[in-house]
């Protein structure tokens, strides 16, 4: 059941990071339809608490900095497998530098 569920959930999340890609390639076109305000968001409310790496990923890309550490602190707290490939995510560039990166990269223990 447990690797059913991280199946899934890494198909979902895939989607979400092609999409996040799509939009930003396309001027993004659908951010007033696709509001990712974390407290309005339907996609939110549906699947933050099992795709809260994959929200992460897609705020990081859109370069919303602020959303996606408040996504990655929630990531952390529900123990989201995602967070193994942190160091080294591509879709993390946009976020890799300065104190909050360095501190998250602390907190997950991977700073020698």
Request: glycine share 8%.
């Amino acid at each position: 059941m447990g690797l059913q569920r991280l199946q899934r959930g890494l198909r979902i999340g895939a989607r979400v990071g092609i999409l996040a890609g799509r939009l930003k390639e396309a001027g993004d076109p659908l951010r007033p339809a696709l509001d990712l305000n974390p407290t309005a968001s339907s996609l939110h409310a549906s699947f933050g608490s099992s795709l809260a790496w994959q929200f992460a990923l897609v705020h990081a890309n859109r370069k919303d900095a602020d959303a996606a550490f408040r996504w990655l602190e929630r990531a952390f707290a529900q123990h989201d497998a995602g967070l193994v490939w942190f160091d080294g995510e591509p879709l993390l560039r946009s976020i890799a530098t300065g104190p909050r990166y360095e501190a998250f990269r602390r907190k997950l223990k991977l700073v020698n």
